[in-house]
């Protein structure tokens, strides 16, 4: 098979170029659509896959050419999935956008459906891990801290959300790319979210990422929201559970690099409905090249959603959180034949079944020692908001029947 690239004169929306059945990864305008699977793999084989894609690339640069989108569960026992698109779009900060097909296929834009009448029926159901559960293991992993097990686990838990008839994840991510548009907008193999946390890029040998942890509700009224900003700021609590997710995505970088720049502090990133601890990264990889994809595996899962030590964590979660993560809390994203990429967290995600009636849900929160048990609940409820709000169009759950 041989691909082509060119330059796309007239640029598409790519959430409308991925529409019900396609693949999209995007933040603020910029990044990739797919459609169609011209090869499924598996992390094993898909660099090499990717480089024996032959190209005729009359654009260059990262995202072009034979490019591959995929999924690292949260488990590292788990095989990342890929595909590489039939067709691929792609636009870039400078507005420019280009396109990627086989070569001896003339391409068309297809047309744009969103098959959802406005009467479809919505019904919310607790999943594996109800409410009391999660209240439950919170206190159980408080204990297992004081006990010296480990320093920090994330605990999760789940919901479902059931409709009388097909959703349309092309309206789902219309409504994430309104409230959601600065976070990584995703749709991959039933998999689709806006997760505002890098977990790693790499664009032509420079490397970055922006690990979140401590999080705070924003409330709409800008004068509270500072003083909430301010707390998270100040909080032991929430500055701890950062400084376990910084120090460990460091310390996993800084081996491939020649350097890597931090932030010395914690800055607030804001999103629609909360706001987190973060703290940025850059430097430069050491030839030649580590890719992106290596990076991502070893940095998955980062105390950011498993805990630390990481082995005694997850294997804790494991143990007593009463569910299969699957591909929630491991890392969604693209690579191209070079080893460039951008690998985003899978949070704030729903995983649709193939009749896309049923999407389960999941939230998260940082255990430490001082957690609290409903605090910690009503911080999971705050982060569901944000994929309820966009598959439903309610900014609430309480319209929902439970």
Not at 71 to 77: C, K, M, R
Not at 216 to 241: F, I, M
Not at 322 to 338: Q, V
Request: with cysteine.
């Amino acid at each position: 098979m041989r691909l082509v690239t060119s330059p796309l004169k007239d640029p598409i929306d790519l959430n409308d170029f991925a529409g019900d059945d396609g693949m999209l990864f995007v933040r603020d305008g910029v990044g990739i659509a797919g459609r169609g699977a011209l090869v499924t793999s598996t992390g094993k084989d898909i660099e090499a896959v990717l480089r024996a894609i032959e190209c005729d690339n009359h654009v260059g640069g990262p995202g072009t050419g034979a490019v591959a989108f995929g999924a690292i569960p949260f488990l590292s026992d788990r095989e990342p999935t890929f595909i590489v698109p039939k067709v691929l779009i792609g636009k870039r900060e400078d507005g420019t956008a280009f396109i990627t097909h086989l070569q001896d296929d003339t391409y068309r834009m297809p047309a744009v459906e969103i098959s959802q009448t406005e009467a479809i029926k919505y019904k919310m159901k607790s999943g594996y891990v109800s409410p009391d559960d999660y209240k439950r293991i919170v206190s159980l992993a408080t204990d297992a801290i004081g006990r010296g097990e480990f320093q920090k686990v994330v605990l999760a838990r789940d919901l479902f959300i059931d409709a009388d008839e097909a959703m349309s994840i092309g309206l789902i991510l219309k409504r994430l790319k309104a409230s959601y548009g600065s976070s990584y907008r995703y749709s991959f193999d039933g998999l689709v979210g806006a997760s505002p946390e890098l977990l790693v890029e790499v664009l032509d040998g420079v490397v970055r990422s922006h690990p979140l942890a401590g999080t705070a509700p924003r409330t709409g009224n800008v004068q509270e929201d500072g003083r909430l900003a301010d707390q998270l700021l100040r909080s032991d609590k929430n500055q701890q559970e950062h400084k376990i997710v910084i120090d460990m995505v460091r310390d996993t970088l800084l081996p491939y690099c020649s350097y890597l720049d931090w932030e010395p502090e914690p800055s607030i990133v804001q999103v629609a409905n909360v706001q987190h601890l973060g703290s940025a990264a850059e430097g430069v990889l050491t030839r030649p090249h580590t890719s992106v994809l290596q990076l991502a595996r070893e940095l998955c899962p980062t105390p950011a959603l498993g805990g630390s030590p990481r082995e005694a964590s997850i294997n804790w979660i494991e143990q007593f959180e009463g569910m299969d993560r699957g591909r929630y809390g491991g890392a969604i994203g693209w690579l191209d034949a070079h080893g460039n990429g951008t690998w985003a967290v899978t949070i704030r995600c729903a995983e649709f079944d193939e009749s896309r009636r049923s999407a389960h849900l999941f939230a998260g929160c940082g255990i430490v020692a001082d957690s609290d048990p409903e605090s910690e609940l009503s911080e999971t409820q705050t982060k569901f908001k944000a994929m309820i709000s966009a598959i439903t169009g309610s900014t609430g759950v309480d319209s929902l029947q439970s």
